[in-house]
């Protein structure tokens, strides 16, 4: 995977994604963890592995969390990360590590987070393979990896090939149109984005990028997890930790413990 693909992006992520609500999804994690895992929030190290601009430590750390960590492929999103770290003053250590060198990271956890899909963009078997073999390395023992997927069932039924989204701030303004293909004998979806960025009445700048993502089926993921050496203590739709599984949820959130 070309690390080129956050490259461009990581500058206007934070305004594509405004109004996405991580403060909840923070909450959700911590509920999670609190559940699942007898130590402390202001005792527990926690990575977030593909942290992106790393909104999800910021909230976590608002919640009481004091030893972070973060990693991303895209050398630009950690940029926007560090930088926003170091204006809110808060203590992060990050890192430039893919989930295939993520064993690189030093160190280990007693949390691993990985958020918004992000293991959706590993698309090979042997990387999905390494990366959670990765992740149980850089976990204690007892430890838990708490992530979201893509469920295939609801991919393959009610992906939308042309969407556009448009978000605004008070200096500037993103027209984003993803167009969606799907290869349903790969398992792999493709997603083109065109964006136009402008500032007051004048377009700044205009660009492509294209990800690549793979979809996973309940089996599959499960199969990753117990091969790495996981047992997966939790499973539900992202977001809504006490309601049943419905084979056609979009996102499903896995709790799964280092044995
Ligand atoms: C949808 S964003 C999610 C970012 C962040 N977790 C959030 O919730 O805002 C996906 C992230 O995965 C990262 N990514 C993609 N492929 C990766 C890989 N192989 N290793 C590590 N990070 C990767 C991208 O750079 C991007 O920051």
Redesign the pocket.
Known sequence: ?S?R??DT??RF?NLL?KD?N?KK?AAYIHQLISQHYSKKQSELTLL?????????LFELSALGYAHLSG????KA?IDVARENAQQASKQIDFYN??????HNIPGKFDVVI?????VN??TSFE?QLQ?FKNIYQLLEKGGIFIFDYWNGNAVVRDYSPVKVLRKQDDQAEIIRISKTSIDLVKQATTVTFNCLYFEGQQRIDEFEEVHHLHYYFFSEMNNLLKIAGFNVLHQSPFLEPERTIDPYDWNISIVAQKV
């Open positions: 995977m690390t693909q956050f992006y990581a992520y994604y996405k991580y999804e977030d592995l593909a942290c992106g601009t790393g909104r999800h990693s991303d492929i895209a999103m590590y893919s989930f295939q060198e993520a990985s958020m918004f899909s992000a963009y590993i990387d990366t």
